[in-house]
């Protein structure tokens, strides 16, 4: 395997040729649980019955057609997400990282546009700029470079890509007092992840992601929500910002939009409902066909009665087993819904300084897929139709690891 795709990622000495539901099976025929599900892409798992139809019958229609024109799958994919969202506009994208893009270019052109009314309005110059946009540490927003500078993490700023593109400044979450000088009349927008996930699947407190909300729209700022990882029902909600209650003026969307076809989306509504305009944003591939029909299948799936609530339960079903160990190397489990991190960092003893990163091969080994998120910290992001027999698998494998190491 070395050699011939570069190593970009890391890849585990393991190669997969199929899947079905939340198991996969390698190329020497061993099967694991998978509580990775492709980075929260998979959310109807492999091999979805009306996912794989629906993949089938578009690609025998058309994969693509252009942007210079609409399509049918398109246009309904399109309504669907804003009737349920209640956002006004989308544009469509290839990826998380492309949709952040996009908001914060959306963002500028807002920002751009209030600057110049101001200047019309007072008949003068000098007016400062409204381009900053206002992140959050231990943020992850994606691997372009505009993506990386609203990233608040020193570790995903190497000085190899150096210099990064200006005008993104990051605060502490869940910090009250940071909030008093968070946002000026050069903001262009607050964006902040509903749960941080490359961070260590951290959590917002919901008062305080409102009243960040309320100051950065006091200031005449956008709200930004990422939703890349939480969005799609990973949380139990369609939107993790529906829970913390910030009411976001643009919403960004990926992973397990089209459960495993490359898309992300860009919703926005409000204030920023007509800041783009011809030209502003384009990309060849973006919401074609295909891509388009396999969002229409799972949102059909996620629009069923009791999709979501199971989502809630799964999720507490492996928090509480987990919790019941009573594993002295478990500092904490926390997350939302399917979207989970056990952290094993402590200060002192024995377990000081357990590597995940070990853990995690060890798993592999094991016939578990699960993934990591920092240093210290275990995720979960199955797919959202796992069951309980299969949650039971691969919890009983995790804590065979797990006591092994302790």
């Known amino acids: 395997m070395a050699g011939k795709i570069v190593n970009n990622y890391g890849s585990l000495p393991v190669v997969f040729v199929s899947g079905n539901g939340a198991t996969l099976t390698d190329d020497k025929g061993k099967r694991y649980i998978d509580f990775v599900a492709g980075i929260g892409v998979n959310c109807l798992g492999h091999g979805h019955p009306a996912l794989v139809r629906a993949v089938q019958t578009?690609?025998?229609?058309?994969?693509?057609v252009s942007n210079y024109y609409n399509s049918d799958k398109g246009l309904a994919f399109a309504d669907a997400l804003l009737e349920a969202s209640g956002m006004e506009r989308v544009y469509f994208g290839n990826s998380g990282a492309e949709a952040n893009e996009a908001a914060i270019k959306l963002a500028r052109k807002y920002g751009w546009l209030a600057t110049e009314a101001v200047k019309k309005a007072r008949g003068a110059a000098?007016?400062?700029?409204?381009?900053?946009?206002?992140?959050?540490?231990?943020?992850?927003?994606?691997?372009?470079?505009?993506?990386?500078?609203?990233?608040?993490?020193?570790?995903?700023?190497?000085?190899?890509?150096?210099?990064?593109?200006?005008?993104?400044?990051?605060?502490?979450?869940?910090?009250?007092?940071?909030?008093?000088?968070?946002?000026?009349?050069?903001t262009c927008a607050l964006m902040l992840e509903c749960v941080q996930g490359e961070g260590g699947v951290n959590l917002l407190d919901a008062r305080w992601a409102q009243a960040a909300a309320a100051a950065a729209r006091k200031a005449g700022a956008l709200v930004i929500a990422d939703e890349v990882q939480t969005g799609i029902g990973r949380t139990g909600y369609l939107f993790a910002s529906e829970e913390l209650g910030i009411e976001p003026d643009v919403i960004t969307a990926s992973k397990g939009i089209a459960g495993g076809i490359p898309m992300g989306a860009c919703l926005f509504r409000g204030a920023a409902r007509d800041a783009f305009a011809a030209g502003d944003h384009q990309s060849t591939f973006a919401g074609n066909p295909l891509a388009a029909a396999a969002g229409l299948a799972v949102f059909a799936e996620l629009s069923k009665p009791g999709f979501l609530a199971h989502v809630k339960a799964a999720g507490e079903r492996i928090r509480s087993e987990i919790a019941g160990w009573r594993l002295d190397m478990i500092r904490d489990i926390r997350g939302k819904g399917l979207m989970l991190g056990i952290d094993f960092s402590v200060d002192s003893g024995a377990n000081k300084g357990v590597d995940a990163a070990a853990i995690q091969r060890k798993c592999l080994d094991a016939g578990l897929c699960i993934s990591t998120a920092g240093t210290h910290t275990l995720r979960f992001l199955p797919p959202l139709v796992i069951t309980d027999a299969e949650i039971d698998a691969g919890l009983k494998t995790l804590k065979t690891v797990l006591q092994s190491v302790q």
């Open 58 to 64: 578009q690609a025998a229609k058309a994969l693509h």
């Open 126 to 186: 000098g007016v400062p700029a409204r381009n900053e946009v206002v992140t959050l540490e231990n943020s992850f927003h994606g691997r372009t470079l505009a993506a990386l500078a609203a990233t608040g993490q020193d570790t995903f700023h190497p000085p190899c890509f150096a210099p990064y593109p200006a005008g993104f400044r990051a605060i502490p979450a869940n910090d009250f007092a940071a909030l008093e000088a968070a946002f000026d009349e050069t």
